[in-house]
Nanobody, 121 residues
C-alpha cells in the first residue's frame, strides 16, 4: 500500500509565500517522477511542476520564476516553494509520484489527497 501525504496548504495574501510538502510511504521500490498538479474550481487539473529522479524539473509557464520544486530522494519527499502568490494560484494542489512497488512492476501514478491553497487578493 502506497500513500502520499501532503501538508503546508493554507490561506495567504497575494504576494505571500507557502511551502508544500509531500511524503510517499509504503511498499515502494523506486520513484521515477514526483510533482504537483492543481485544480481550481470549475477548471481541469493542470500540471504545476514535475521532477525526475535525476533532478530535471519542468514547470507550467504560469508559475515559472515564482515556484520552485525540490526533492529529497532519501526521504521520498517532494516540496513546492511558492512565492509571489497570485489570486489565480488558488486551487487544490495534488502531489503525485510515478513509482514501482516492486522490481518488475510497471511504473504507476499515485496521488495524494490534495491540499487547499487559497490566495486572497
Amino acid at each position: 500500500q502506497v500513500q502520499l501525504v501532503e501538508s503546508g496548504g493554507g490561506l495567504v495574501q497575494a504576494g505571500g509565500s507557502l511551502r508544500l510538502s509531500c511524503a510517499a510511504s509504503g511498499s515502494i521500490f523506486n520513484i521515477r517522477d514526483m510533482g504537483w498538479h492543481r485544480q481550481a474550481p470549475g477548471k481541469e487539473r493542470e500540471l504545476v511542476a514535475v521532477m525526475s529522479s535525476g533532478g530535471t524539473t519542468n514547470y507550467a509557464d504560469s508559475v515559472k520564476g515564482r515556484f520552485t520544486a525540490s526533492r529529497d530522494n532519501a526521504k521520498n519527499t517532494v516540496y513546492l516553494q511558492m512565492s509571489n502568490l497570485k489570486f489565480e494560484d488558488t486551487a487544490v494542489y495534488y502531489c503525485y509520484a510515478a513509482l514501482m512497488v516492486y522490481r518488475s512492476s510497471p511504473y504507476q501514478n499515485y496521488w495524494g489527497q490534495g491540499t487547499q491553497v487559497t490566495v486572497s487578493s
